[in-house]
């Protein structure tokens, strides 16, 4: 859009195909032509990507002037267009023989049959048989070395769709047209292929083109589909918007949603690519009852709910609320987590409930809430694009959540700043202004020197300060002696880096902090939390398009399930348990007086079990045994049980300690909703049928409570499934953030954020706007940051830092990732141990080489890869792989504040295997030579 040198527009009126159509100026003669209810017909133009021009297949006429590409040229005032005549048609018809004489013309051959935008065109222009001779000379025509992508050349008209998407939208830049007129070609990287050249196997360029030069092996082998369902994605909490095609009940294809708006028609490889999960052979399709021998057998579901339903009932009544714990699911929908945190209180009569949230962002949630009065980030995904300034801190997005990494990489293309504060050095790492790489667990010290040099330079905002916020001067005093000086001689970060990074911030008009798990698993994650609500208040950074703090939530529903509930100490809306409006609240519309005695908390459950003091335990969708840190204790507890329910798709870890399994369903196979990371709350809807013998998560809950005499109110009468749209309404009845939302509204909008009162308000996008804070006083509380040491240091026998985190191609523990065709990557295949050349070197450690990781609690062995994506000092695993056990080595140290373990801060000594495993490292040397490193290896300075 053109602004004037005031920055005023002026719409503009012109006149299409006879009617008259306002629009803004600078608007695109295409766009204006779609908003008066016309069209033409387009090749190379995508509404995500910026006008190209090369096909020429939209051209109109304009009263007095030649014809003009509509796509990229800007209105005119006054001006007459025109989209239909016979010139128009003669032209677009030399065009599409054009593009014809170099296309087969097999079309029943061909998977885009009857969705193929140039067959589309040829027929309106009435063209059957090209005059022109065909010079198909592409060798190889035909590339099927990609697992995802398949690449047909003979097919490709040029259009250079998939190499903008890969520019545009995704940011990876490994695609490029080659050659010139009939020898033009798509290549990868230096023509090296795929996966070689680092692709992220996003999709982008199959979703976009317009034939079938790029497409997925699932439209090959099935044909099209005969339903499409729009869902929400189950994997990370970007909660992208995903339209799954069906064919015969299965699972043909997955697609981004063009209207989806967390992700505006983009996907990752994971959600795009990574679903056959849902139908895989190791899925649970049975109860399964532990025998005295310890192993299974099958049971019908009659036999293991009277089981449930007995055993549970006894423990109840002979141990009380204490004896009995449950753990909810971040993997389950809103509804499915209010069923079941309301189990626990109304049928079992305890607080005791809780989710994988505790493990990973509870001090976000914390101290957004006791600073902020709200437990979730204040802007939304898209506000990275107003913002003149992003701190990532402890975040990989571009792996965890590798859709809104992609925005923030193309918020930096378009000029946002950006600062990253990681002891990695990630791909975003690379592409930033000033990267910090501060050693594992010093957060806080870091932080309270950018505070400190806010408050000795004079950068902070007085005004807003006085205005809307409490406890300013503790912060001063807290941080007085907090120099960058300070701060380098704990983190190793360069002390100008640190000031730099301060003023930088200090001088923004519109800068938001963005963090993930570094921050909150890595020592005292809730002050580091409130140290960036300190900056951002004190800089004004606060209530204002591109200017907050945010949390990046790691799981697809982590955050909806605290929101309803599922936590020991509040109920929905964070609301406390001993909150007396709350429970009177509860007990009106439960009719039960709700349980009053102190919840147990996920690491106190497993202390309580190995106390004795809790007898049985209820986990849905969560493998504790695999993801929870000092797994041995964690064992220990479960073993320690004496009554264990877990509720699974696949038999996990977790589920091997457990007395009766109960086969749940995939995010497929049910309704509801999910939130996602910025309060967005969307709706999942059921694609497949649940596999036979399995059952929808929340109708187990349902049923245990019904057989133990009691009503959740979630059915429409005793032996009917669950009514999702009915349990919404009872939370909005329960949730003051929620009150305006339900199943009809969120179909109609698509989606909502809260806080949405009731049902005239539009949900909110940014939060405390103008600077007033949800809690009752209307002001942020700044709150005063101690440093302390992280839980565990390393020393002369533990002398490097392992830190932990997600790869980009499997999701947590893998359980449903490395069930699908993602792990035909090469780099998804096995854990390594990522090491900087300089300590292998020290240590005489190749790459590929086996060796054993060694802390203070175990060892696991892993094979290692010399990269320069980790700092000297540093090593990095992530915690994907079930066999590597990544989560034995860490130690149960935990946030102050919340419980939230330090698996980002465990010190580790390496120790080679020796020439047992020499062979089988040659081979995994070979496999990373045919994968290059990750985008993330940018290396390091001085290096």
Known sequence: MIQRADGTTQPVTVTVDGTPVTVKEGTTVLKALREAGSDVPTLCYSDQLEP??????????????KPVASCHTPVTQGAEYRTRSKRLTRLRRNITELIVSDHPLECLDCTANGRCDLQDLAQEVGLRTPRYEDPRTHNPPRDDSHPFVKLEMDKCIGCALCVRACDEVQGSFILAMEGRGYDTRVIAGNDTGFEEAQCVSCGQCVFVCPVAALEEPGTREHGLPDQQVTTT???????????????????????????GSANLGHACVKGRFAHQFAHSEDRLTSPLIRKEDGTFREASWEEALDLIVGRFTEIRERHGPDGFASISSSRCTNEENYLMQKFARVAMGTNSIDNCSRVCHSPSAYGLGQSLGTAAGTNPFEDVQYSDLIVLVGANPTEAHPVFGARIKQAVFDG???????????????????????????????????QHVLIEEGLVDE????????????????????????????????????????RMYGAAEAAQF?????????????NTVFGMINLAVMTGNMGRPGAGTSPIRGQNNVQGASDVGALPNVFSDYRSVTDEGARAD????????????????????????????????????????????????????LEALDFLVVQEIFMTPTAEFADVVLPGTTFLEKDGTFVNSDRRIQRVRRAIEPLPGTRVDGDIVNTIARRMGVDLGADDGPGTPVNPAKVMEEIATLTPKWGGMSYDRLDEKGFLQWPCYDRDHPGTTVVHEGGITLRPDGKAHLRGTPWQEPGELPDDEYPMMLTTGRQLFHYNVGTMTRRTDVVKLAQAQEETLRIHPADARRLEIEDGEHVNVVSRRGQVAVRAEVTKATNKGTVFMTFHFPESRTNLLIGDAVDEYTGCPEYKVCAVRLERVGAAGEEAGEAAKERRARAPERKELAETPGD
């Open 52 to 65: 190209f021009g090369a096909c020429r297949t939209c051209l109109v006429e304009v009263e007095g002037r």
């Open 233 to 259: 994605c189950s994997y990370c909490g970007v909660g992208c918007s995903l339209n799954v095609n069906v064919k015969d009940g299965q699972v043909v294809n997955i697609e981004p949603n063009v209207a």
């Open 416 to 450: 946002c700043k950006l600062i990253v504060l990681d002891p990695r050095n990630t791909e975003l790492a690379g592409l930033s202004d000033l990267h910090l790489p501060l050693r594992p667990g010093s957060n806080v010290a870091v932080i309270n020197a950018m």
């Open 463 to 502: 005004e807003f300060v006085a205005q809307h916020a409490l406890g300013f001067e503790e912060v001063r005093r807290e941080v007085a002696d907090c120099t960058p000086e300070w701060a380098s001689e704990i983190s190793g970060v360069d002390p100008e880096l640190i000031r730099n990074a301060a």
């Open 514 to 526: 963005l963090w993930g798990l570094g921050v909150t698993e890595a020592g005292h994650g809730s």
């Open 586 to 637: 509860h007990r009106r519309i439960w009719g039960v007086e709700p349980p009053s005695n102190l919840g147990l908390r996920i690491p106190d459950m497993f202390d309580a079990a190995h106390a004795g003091t809790l007898k049985a335990m209820y986990i849905l969708a969560e493998d504790v045994a695999q993801s929870d840190p000092n797994t041995s204790h964690v064992e220990g507890a």
